[in-house]
Nanobody
Framework: QVHLEESGGGLVQPGGSLRLVCAVSGPTFSSHAMGWYRQAPGKEREFVAAISWNGHNTNYADSVKGRFTISRDNAKNTAYLQMNSLKPEDTAVYYC????????????WGQGTRVTVSS
């Protein structure tokens, strides 16, 4: 079983930065692609970013390209989402996900961490 726990959310002013952290328990972290999704109030959950099991490949939603960076440290069983130049429309609950290699959709989800961008 894989358990994911997010942290690092909070309140930040427009233009500010936050780094989200996803700590993963379980012996198979390096065999999962990792991703971040978000869900804004009244909207469906949407894809934000993903990174391959070895960190060599990344993918981003158009809305965050150039501002967000996903990374991982397999030695620490941890994934990260560095968010810069935050906008009010980035306000959402952010969820970490883990997908078994070769899978087409996440197999595991965290509980989410709230990010609020407001002045």
């Amino acid at each position: 079983q894989v358990h994911l726990e997010e942290s690092g959310g909070g309140l930040v002013q427009p233009g500010g930065s936050l780094r989200l952290v996803c700590a993963v328990s379980g012996p198979t972290f390096s065999s999962h692609a990792m991703g971040w999704y978000r869900q804004a109030p009244g909207k469906e959950r949407e894809f934000v970013a993903a990174i391959s099991w070895n960190g060599h490949n990344t993918n981003y939603a158009d809305s965050v390209k150039g501002r967000f960076t996903i990374s991982r440290d397999n030695a620490k069983n941890t994934a990260y989402l560095q968010m810069n130049s935050l906008k009010p429309e980035d306000t959402a609950v952010y969820y970490c996900s883990a997908t078994v290699i070769g899978g087409s959709s996440p197999d595991y989800w965290g509980q989410g961490t709230r990010v609020t961008v407001s002045s």
